[in-house]
């Protein structure tokens, strides 16, 4: 599956562009750490910052992201961004690709891969049941939010191609919303989580 907005490629009409797929382990490594993941999604939401930015936003210590952002640098993951630096000893970073996706089915032969990728994904689906966790902990102190989160799920009959083309529209919707042009309107906007799985199952 995928770390982030985008399906495995499908048969059918292909997602937009700008998103790399994920080809190596050192990548799938490099993203299968809690701390890294979290970085990845600090720049993400919050755009570049630097070693100690990202250090205060997740909560270790400016060595640690130092190090954490050699490691995702080294998988291609992060790149500097220099011309935001006010000084020589001052780095910024930013991320390489505005998502990654991948499948486990590329790396078939690649044991390393397969057990990255697991990582992963595992890691991934650890963080969206937090995260969850932490709203339905704290959604009573904030009523005009709590009255528009919103949670869905569904059964249904497809085909592995039906499915590849719905997650397409899925994800379509996601990208158009998180790629529009925020109005310039004075509303305060909340950066806001939204995930979707799908998969066969029984009741």
């Known amino acids: 599956m995928t770390r982030d907005e985008r399906p495995p490629a499908p048969s059918g009409p292909m997602p937009p562009d700008g998103v790399r797929t994920i080809t190596d382990a050192k990548a799938l490594s490099a993203m299968a750490n809690p701390f890294r993941s979290r970085m990845m999604d600090a720049l993400k939401v919050d755009g570049p910052s630097t070693a100690s930015g990202l250090a205060a936003r997740t909560g270790q210590a400016v060595g640690s992201a130092s190090h954490h952002l050699k490691v995702l640098s080294e998988a291609g993951l992060v790149e500097e961004a220099p ?7 001052e780095r910024w970073w930013r991320l390489v690709d505005p998502g990654t996706r991948w499948s486990r089915g590329d790396f078939a032969s690649d044991t390393a891969a397969v057990t990255a990728a697991y990582a992963a994904e595992a ?13 339905n902990a704290n959604a009573a102190t904030v009523p005009e939010w709590d009255d528009a989160a919103f ?4 059964w249904m009959r497809l085909t592995p191609d039906e499915m590849r083309e719905m997650a397409v529209e899925i994800v379509e919707v996601l990208v158009r919303w998180s790629r529009r042009e925020v109005p310039d309107d004075g509303e305060e906007r909340e950066s806001v989580f939204v995930f979707s799985r799908g998969f066969p199952a029984q009741p």
Do not use: G, H, S, Y
């Open 83 to 89: 011309e935001l630096a006010k000084d020589r000893r």
């Open 123 to 135: 890691l991934a689906l650890q963080r969206q049941f937090e995260r969850v966790q932490e709203w």
């Open 151 to 154: 949670a869905t799920q569904n």
